[in-house]
């Protein structure tokens, strides 16, 4: 099979990448990344030379682009091109609209047109907004963005299923809580933290440090997508959970004690606007009907991504110094 994988230079994508062609032999990847600023080439530079894998730099949005990748040669989309950071939504919307949701609808579009036999959109758990102190969302959940982020999120999602329902294009949705591990981009909560601490930084935590997030280890979350798209059922969504809710406050404490960095390093912030309380997953469906559950613990996935910064430290100075898109 020939894959098309979108945004595989982001940090979910080039885990997803780097998983798929040891796991999956047989198999190859066209990825398609605009290069954002959260596109980093150096994130599979292992793979250059692979004749398993070809990296084309365009925008999902552009159908010309899309038209020039060999279509009757693609054999799956699995779509995780987006603007993925709260913060910045909050700021500007703008380039969320276009990705998330322009960018989707021309892919949408161009799997219609190319009958491409399977399209997986990987979502999140934001786009059900949030919950109080008890509970999970279940895929029957409404949908209730609060973020621009996640509401941009939420229209590629209707847009996705719409595609279904009209035209039975063959549509999977994924919903996952928040991942964190290798390569994510350091303006996230868990790599900026590490990389604060690891430089006696202070570590900005947002109001009381109270609200509650799922994570989930991002090879985990990788897993479930390819199980997802192999062996789950078109036209359904599946939500993806880790098992491990903590609050933002009790993430910072556990990566500074096993940082042996003192709590005095953190800093409570002036909290972000819209800032949901608690999200949390109920992934039932998936374990039930395709047998997944996550296989690393928060304590276990926290040293990893810890160890894993300690010993890439060019990898995120050279994105905190502006050169890691150089050549
Ligand atoms: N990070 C999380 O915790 C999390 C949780 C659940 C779901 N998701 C979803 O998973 C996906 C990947 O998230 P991530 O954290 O890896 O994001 P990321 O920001 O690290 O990477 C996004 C990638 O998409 C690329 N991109 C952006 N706009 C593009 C465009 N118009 N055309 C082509 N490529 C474009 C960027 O260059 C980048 O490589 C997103 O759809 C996100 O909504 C993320």
Redesign the pocket.
Known sequence: MRILV??G?????SNFIRFFLSRYPDHSIIN?????Y??NPQNLRDLSGNSRYRFVKG???DPDTLEALSPERIDGIIH?????HVDRSIDDAEAFIH?NVL?TYQLLSFARRHHVPRFLH???DEVYGELGDQGAFTEDSPIRPNSPYAAS?ASSDLMVRSFFRTYRLPVLITR?S??YGPYQ?PEKLIPLMITNAMRDKPLPVYGNGLNVRDWIYVTDHCEAVARIFFEGKEGEVYNIGGDGERTNLEVVQVILDYMEKPRSLITFVKDRPGHDYRYAMDYSKLKESLGWEPTVSFDEGIKLTVDWYRSHRPWWEAILNGTYQEP
Do not use: P
């Open positions: 979108t945004g230079c982001g940090f979910i994508g398609l990344d605009k290069l954002t959260a596109g925008d999902i949005a995780f091109a987006a603007e993925s990705t960018g990987v979502s999140t999120k996952c928040n991942n981009f």
